[in-house]
């Protein structure tokens, strides 16, 4: 799905849906991130000059590879040449020429650099450094920003099959900020979120609605591939009371998914999700599950 907009005193310009480049480059506009990378085909040079007209913005192409384009997008050229500089280098982090908190590229950076084969899911790692998990701003939610999570075998294939699941959604760009908080609490990123947030409402506020209707919702998670989206409350006690389960939908088991559609109540514990209908215990999904009380 594209996206058209128009700035005030510019000429019109569609965000094309490639990714998320749909936020990357409103967060660019809202001043944000000083710098975005894109791949782009050289076929779309005429269209990186429309978006340097629409949307007030400077390009770099640092690199052409087998007719791709790698590409740096942002206000000020000097910040575009000194992320290209270091981009491609040993052991280089990029993310504060990104835009990204610091606190926020540290943690990363640490959960990357973990050589452990059986390393859990980034949203694991943020959810254990969030200490206050009560009513959590849905502006960091980041469960179907699949970007930068660990590559498993059969990802590409699983995305689409997710995609194809929940085709009257824009699966790519659920999201608010284009990257990942070291916490849900995370003063520096809900800063920038709120900036991002603002310039959507104005400019794509259709797509805002749908981004808050989806997020602003308590999210059962144990895996990118594996979650559930609860239309309900979660209770002081850890306790999720909802009426359904509601899109995007997972790859959940036959099973899994059979089971929360029968079930109003759900509490992760030790190591297992309990489901229940009122007082009546209907059975469980085993494994580490965790429950994310995004609200609005």
Excluded at 106 to 114: E, L, M
Aim: glycine share 8%; hydrophobic share 40%.
């Amino acid at each position: 799905m594209d996206y058209p907009i128009r700035l005030p005193g510019k000429p019109p310009v569609v965000l094309k849906g490639w990714g998320n480049l749909p936020i990357e480059l409103l967060a660019a506009v809202a001043g944000v991130k000083p710098v975005v990378h894109a791949w782009l085909q050289e076929a779309d040079e005429g269209y990186l000059k429309d978006l340097r007209a629409g949307l007030g913005l400077e390009s770099l192409v640092y690199t052409k590879q087998s007719g791709r384009l790698g590409v740096m997008i942002g206000a000020r050229k000097e910040h575009l040449r000194e992320t290209a500089e270091v981009w491609d280098k040993p052991e280089s982090n990029p993310g504060p020429n990104l835009g990204y908190p610091a606190c926020c590229s540290k943690t990363y950076c640490g959960w990357i650099d973990d050589s452990r084969t059986d390393r859990e899911d980034y949203i694991y790692r943020i959810h254990a450094n969030t200490k206050d998990r009560r009513r959590l701003p849905f502006l960091l939610n980041d469960v179907f920003y699949l970007y930068s999570r660990p590559f498993k075998p059969g990802l590409p294939e699983a995305r689409e099959q997710i995609e194809r699941k929940n085709a009257n959604l824009p699966m790519n760009v659920l999201n608010v900020i284009p990257w990942h908080p070291c916490s849900y609490r995370c003063a520096a990123s809900l800063a920038k979120a709120r900036k991002i947030w603002k310039l959507m409402n104005e400019l794509l506020p259709d797509l805002a609605a749908v981004v808050k209707s989806t997020l602003a919702k308590p999210v059962l998670f144990w895996d990118w591939d594996r979650f559930a989206v609860l239309d309900g409350k979660v209770l002081a006690d850890g306790t999720c009371v909802y009426g359904s389960v509601l899109p995007p939908f997972s790859l959940l088991t036959p099973r899994a998914a059979a089971l929360l559609a029968a079930g109003d109540r759900a509490r992760a514990r030790e190591g297992v999700l309990e489901v229940r209908r009122g007082s009546q215990k209907l059975g469980e999904i085993a494994g580490p599950c965790l429950l994310l009380d995004f609200v609005a």
